[in-house]
């Protein structure tokens, strides 16, 4: 069974961009969840769905940042417009029913 | 607000000993912890893990403690071994699916 799957694995754009973030939860999974990680914040919950809802947004931290999930196997964590700081890895992650979540590989971001 | 804290950066440990990570948290209504282990350019993948009504579990080598008058967990990894090297995470959860990480240990196992 494939593990959650994101896409771009690696993207590099220049300030004032849109960034499309992409992720494909494991099949049959009710929750899923974007996290942000840097040196200084580590791993940050930004936001997270529930059969395809979002529950709490409340780590979103700007409104430049956005998220969908129009159905259950696809979520995007769009940033508009980027900026450097937002220079981070982005991982996503998806559970069923339980606080064990399985995360994708990440897409390592950099804002020049 | 940082909740839930590993205190020690890095560990370094001979092969075939133990290792011993340690995370603490504030929030005592934290009712499940895990820890992930995490490889370079690779997410956070999931190791063991204790409900607030236990106070050990263990699956294989690995070995989760959980003090909560302490609110304190530990993961003891014995023997070690260099496969072993990697960070590890702690993780706190309120019920509500949502998890607290901790910064992470960078744990190092020598042959």
């Known amino acids: 069974d494939a593990g959650v799957i994101q896409s771009p694995r690696h993207e590099v754009t220049e300030m004032g961009q849109e960034v499309t973030l992409r992720c494909k939860p494991i099949?049959?999974?009710?929750?899923l969840f974007w996290y942000r990680q840097t040196m200084m914040r580590g791993l940050e919950l930004l936001i997270y769905f529930n059969n395809n809802v979002p529950i709490d947004d409340s780590g979103m931290p700007e409104d430049r940042f956005s998220a969908k999930m129009p159905n259950a196997s696809f979520s995007t964590l769009k940033i508009q417009p980027s900026e450097p700081r937002d220079s981070a890895v982005y991982f996503c992650?998806?559970?069923?029913?339980?606080?064990?979540?399985?995360f994708g590989p990440g897409t390592r971001l950099l804002v020049l | 607000d940082q909740q839930v804290k590993q205190n020690s950066p890095s560990l370094s440990v001979q092969e075939g000993r133990i290792s011993i990570l340690n995370c603490d948290y504030t929030n005592s209504m934290f009712d499940y912890f895990l820890w992930y282990k995490k490889y370079p350019a690779e997410g956070p993948t999931f190791l063991i893990s204790?409900?607030?009504?236990?106070d050990k579990n263990e699956d294989g080598r690995f070995t989760v403690f959980l003090n909560k008058s302490a609110k304190h967990l530990s993961l003891h990894i014995v023997p070690s071994q260099p496969v072993d090297s990697a960070v590890y995470l702690c993780?706190?959860?309120?019920?509500?699916?949502?998890?607290?990480f901790g910064a992470g240990t960078t744990v190092t196992v020598r042959a």
């Open positions: 992650a998806s559970s069923s029913q339980t606080e064990t979540q399985y």
């Open positions: 993780a706190a959860s309120l019920n509500d699916y949502k998890l607290s």
């Open positions: 204790i409900s607030s009504i236990k």
């Open positions: 099949s049959g999974h009710d929750y």
